[in-house]
């Protein structure tokens, strides 16, 4: 179980304070799948940072399992079993597709292993993994190693913030599988596409920095915007 | 041979034992161990300061190897190695030094490398230099490597400096005739008071010529890296430089770029970007499982040796 106890984050912009997130509580329940939407700027990649402890809260806690993890590091979080999938992926100089894989699994994978987990998001391993994490490669080819790279933690809690974007020839159909097959875990991912909320357990919906709305998928589904899942309807 | 010598000769040109092609072993300043073949010739120049190498027409898929070792305090040495090689060759060179010092007294080597590489050759040439030793004598290294290359002939060159060096000044030249390929790979790390400065001159003087200088390095502590480049167009031609440094502690990097299109059909590009390691890069490596110093060294080992 994973908890935000009412946690607040402000940034100061052109020297004026503004509130990112204010009082955000929420439980999140072992293998449930968490989808958090809302409209650009409501909060949600910030939340997401703060639970991996990218940035850190202004005011509040975040508790793991009953322990308070709010002053732990990134690297503590993630030897805990959270792991986080970016929005934008991050790009290196000489570090290569299993080099990363190696470490996100902390063994050293051979073929076999590496195929498994790029075959999940639609790479072939032969091709990839002696390919430089680099702006070589393409939008959608860093997008699924980063993926891949969360897929090979095999983490107990897995947040993704807009994993669709940039996913170029790759469907949307297998991108819901691989989230529907991440088995004993909290995943949390945010999305604007209606194919990942239809298959939330649960859907948040953020809006200025706050929760305008939460609860069972099928309860909040239909209260959403057709064209535009960050907003209600009407 | 000691055990400081089979370290030295491991590092700088990966031999465990003696290689199978022809070679050159220099220590302290003399040759002592050397061998030929039929396809490769290794004469001594006659004023005892170097070798001529000789390789001959279509020799394809061999290798020489010419490491030098240097194990004493207050020595330096000078030392002129010419390679000619022959038209249609494929040829691996490992070259590379390895000073072991450990009196108070610095120790030099100034390696004077020139190549006439044939037609239709290609050279893959690996440099790899490397200090040690508890000493406070420096450990000095200054490469200078000259590079004349006939038409349709590439050349692959591998400079890396794996640590330890006090002070090196490198200096590469080459001149490209019509339709070469020249690619020069260089990955430097400095730490503590180490100087590096390496300054390259190219003429891209035939058509269709290329040549691309990709230059990586890191700098620690108090140390300081200058990197200098001068690229000059003379034909339809195509020219790429690139300096990238990672700071980390005081250190300092200089990126002094000079290119310099002579003919208008010359494209001439320059790149630098020097910098701390990025936040994002550590962050990322951290939300898998390193801590920052592990994420720190996985980025700069990377960065320097892939």
Same mark, same amino acid.
């Given at each position: 179980?994973?908890?935000?106890?009412?946690?607040?984050?402000?940034?100061?912009?052109?020297?004026?304070?503004?509130?990112?997130?204010?009082?955000?509580?929420?439980?999140?329940?072992?293998?449930?799948? *968490?989808?958090?939407?809302?409209?650009?700027?409501?909060?949600?990649?910030?939340?997401?940072?703060?639970?991996?402890?990218?940035?850190?809260?202004?005011?509040?806690?975040?508790?793991?399992?009953? &322990?308070?993890?709010?002053?732990?590091?990134?690297?503590?979080?993630?030897?805990?079993?959270?792991?986080?999938?970016?929005?934008? #992926?991050? +790009?290196?100089?000489?570090?290569?597709?299993?080099?990363?894989?190696?470490?996100?699994?902390? !063994?050293?994978?051979?073929?076999?292993?590496?195929?498994?987990?790029?075959?999940?998001?639609?790479?072939?391993?032969?091709? *990839?993994?002696?390919?430089?994490?680099?702006?070589?490669?393409?939008?959608?080819?860093?997008?699924?190693?980063?993926?891949? +790279?969360?897929?090979?933690?095999?983490?107990?809690?897995?947040?993704?913030? !807009?994993?669709?974007?940039?996913?170029?020839?790759?469907?949307?159909?297998?991108?819901?599988?691989?989230?529907?097959?991440?088995?004993?875990?909290? /995943?949390?991912?945010?999305?604007?596409?209606?194919?990942?909320?239809?298959?939330?357990?649960?859907?948040?919906?953020?809006?200025?920095? !706050?929760?305008?709305? &939460?609860?069972?998928?099928?309860?909040?589904? #239909?209260?959403?915007?057709?064209?535009?899942?960050?907003?209600?309807?009407? | 041979?000691?055990?400081?010598?089979?370290?030295?000769?491991?590092?700088?040109?990966?031999?465990?034992?003696? #290689?199978?092609?022809?070679?050159?072993?220099?220590?302290?300043?003399?040759?002592?161990?050397?061998?030929? /073949?039929?396809?490769?010739?290794?004469? #001594?120049? &006659?004023?005892?300061? =170097?070798?001529?190498?000789?390789?001959? %027409?279509?020799?394809?898929?061999?290798?020489?190897?010419?490491?030098?070792?240097? +194990?004493?305090?207050?020595?330096?040495?000078?030392? *002129?190695?010419?390679? *000619?090689?022959? !038209?249609?060759?494929?040829?691996?060179?490992?070259?590379?030094? =390895?000073?072991?010092?450990?009196?108070?007294?610095?120790?030099?080597?100034?390696?004077?490398?020139?190549?006439?590489?044939?037609?239709?050759?290609?050279?893959?040439?690996?440099?790899?230099?490397?200090?040690?030793?508890?000493?406070?004598?420096?450990?000095?290294?200054?490469?200078?490597?000259?590079?004349?290359?006939?038409?349709?002939?590439?050349?692959?060159?591998?400079?890396?400096?794996?640590?330890?060096?006090?002070?090196?000044?490198?200096?590469?030249?080459?001149?490209?005739?019509?339709?070469?390929?020249?690619?020069?790979?260089?990955?430097?790390?400095?730490?503590?008071?180490?100087?590096?400065?390496?300054?390259?001159?190219?003429?891209?003087?035939?058509?269709?010529?290329?040549?691309?200088?990709?230059?990586?390095?890191?700098?620690?502590?108090?140390?300081?890296?200058?990197?200098?480049?001068?690229?000059?167009? /003379?034909?339809?031609?195509?020219?790429?430089?690139?300096?990238?440094?990672?700071?980390?502690?005081?250190?300092?990097?200089?990126?002094?770029?000079?290119?310099?299109?002579?003919?208008?059909?010359?494209?001439?590009?320059?790149?630098?970007?020097?910098?701390?390691?990025?936040?994002?890069?550590?962050?990322?490596?951290?939300?898998?499982?390193?801590?920052?110093?592990?994420?720190? %060294? +996985?980025?700069?080992?990377?960065?320097?040796?892939?």
């Amino acid at each position: 179980m994973l908890k935000t106890n009412d946690l607040c984050y402000s940034a100061i912009e052109n020297d004026v304070e503004k509130r990112i997130l204010h009082n955000i509580n929420l439980s999140f329940a072992d293998n449930k799948i *968490y989808v958090i939407t809302g409209q650009n700027g409501s909060g949600k990649s910030t939340l997401l940072k703060i639970i991996m402890g990218i940035i850190h809260q202004s005011q509040g806690d975040v508790f793991y399992d009953g &322990k308070n993890i709010s002053n732990l590091s990134i690297y503590e979080r993630s030897k805990l079993g959270i792991s986080f999938a970016f929005q934008q #992926p991050v +790009t290196f100089k000489g570090i290569k597709v299993k080099d990363l894989l190696n470490i996100a699994s902390e !063994e050293k994978l051979n073929l076999a292993g590496m195929c498994e987990i790029l075959s999940k998001v639609g790479l072939c391993a032969k091709n *990839y993994i002696d390919r430089e994490i680099n702006d070589k490669l393409s939008g959608g080819e860093l997008k699924r190693i980063e993926l891949a +790279t969360v897929l090979a933690r095999k983490a107990k809690i897995n947040m993704f913030d !807009e994993p669709e974007a940039g996913i170029d020839l790759w469907s949307f159909e297998n991108l819901t599988t691989l989230f529907k097959d991440m088995d004993n875990s909290i /995943n949390i991912i945010v999305s604007h596409q209606r194919k990942i909320l239809e298959i939330a357990d649960e859907i948040i919906v953020m809006k200025d920095g !706050e929760i305008l709305l &939460k609860g069972e998928k099928d309860d909040v589904l #239909p209260m959403l915007s057709n064209s535009s899942c960050g907003r209600l309807r009407g | 041979m000691d055990k400081i010598d089979k370290i030295l000769l491991e590092t700088v040109a990966d031999l465990h034992k003696v #290689p199978a092609g022809a070679f050159n072993i220099r220590k302290n300043g003399e040759s002592v161990l050397r061998n030929s /073949n039929k396809d490769i010739e290794i004469v #001594p120049k &006659k004023n005892g300061k =170097g070798i001529d190498i000789f390789i001959k %027409k279509g020799v394809k898929n061999k290798s020489v190897h010419i490491p030098v070792i240097i +194990t004493m305090g207050g020595f330096s040495d000078l030392v *002129y190695n010419d390679f *000619y090689i022959s !038209e249609d060759c494929d040829i691996t060179i490992i070259a590379g030094c =390895g000073i072991h010092n450990n009196t108070c007294k610095d120790s030099q080597h100034d390696g004077i490398h020139k190549f006439h590489v044939g037609k239709n050759s290609i050279v893959r040439y690996i440099e790899k230099h490397f200090g040690a030793g508890e000493g406070e004598g420096k450990k000095i290294l200054n490469p200078i490597t000259k590079v004349f290359m006939k038409e349709n002939s590439q050349m692959f060159f591998d400079s890396l400096q794996i640590g330890g060096v006090s002070s090196t000044i490198r200096k590469t030249f080459a001149k490209l005739d019509k339709n070469c390929i020249l690619n020069i790979k260089e990955n430097i790390l400095t730490s503590d008071d180490q100087y590096a400065k390496t300054y390259f001159k190219v003429q891209l003087l035939g058509e269709n010529s290329k040549c691309e200088v990709v230059s990586h390095s890191v700098a620690k502590g108090n140390s300081v890296q200058e990197f200098i480049s001068d690229m000059i167009g /003379n034909n339809k031609s195509f020219g790429h430089v690139e300096c990238d440094g990672i700071l980390l502690d005081n250190a300092r990097i200089v990126s002094i770029p000079k290119i310099d299109a002579l003919s208008k059909e010359a494209s001439l590009i320059h790149e630098a970007a020097i910098g701390k390691i990025a936040n994002d890069q550590l962050v990322k490596l951290m939300t898998l499982g390193l801590s920052q110093e592990e994420a720190e %060294k +996985t980025i700069i080992n990377g960065f320097l040796y892939n």
